[in-house]
C-alpha cells in the first residue's frame, strides 16, 4: 500500500474585478510520483464547472518560496512574506491563485518526511517504466 497524503488549503483566486474569490484547494504528494506534486480545485473555481487538477514539480514549488520560478505552465513566486503565487497557464487562459507561504511550507516538510529532497530518484524503478512506456507504444 502506498503513502499519500492530502493538505487542505484556502486559497485566493486573483481575478480581473477587484475582489479576490476565496476557494479551497488541495495538494497532493505520493512518493510514487515522487518528483511531482498536485494542487486540486474545486469545480467552483473553474470556467466551465469542472474540477481542476494540476501536476508540477515538488523542486518547482520549493523553488518558487525562494524567489520567481518556472517559466512554463506552472510558474511559482514569493508575493510578500506571507504569500505565495501560483500563475497556472492553460489554452483557455491564465489563472493566477495566491497561497499562504506557510500551507506551502508545510506542505512541502510533510512530503520530505516521506521522501527526502534531492533522494526522488532512488525510488523511481526505470527498467520497469521504460519497459511499461515500450510496451504501450
Known sequence: ??????????????????E?????????????????VRVSFPPAAS????????????????AGLRGPAGNGDVQVWPCGRERT??????????????????DLRRFLSRSYELVDEGSEGGLLDLDRELSALLRDA
Open 85 to 102: 503565487m501560483l500563475e497556472f497557464h492553460a489554452t483557455e487562459g491564465v489563472a493566477m491563485v495566491q497561497f499562504a507561504t506557510a
Open 47 to 62: 470556467l466551465d464547472g469542472d474540477g481542476v487538477e494540476w501536476v508540477f514539480g515538488r523542486e518547482l514549488l520549493a
Open 1 to 18: 500500500m502506498s503513502i499519500v497524503f492530502d493538505q487542505a488549503v484556502q486559497a485566493r483566486l486573483i481575478a480581473s474585478t477587484p
Open 20 to 36: 479576490a474569490r476565496a476557494i479551497p484547494a488541495t495538494l497532493r504528494y505520493a512518493p510514487e510520483d515522487p518528483f511531482a
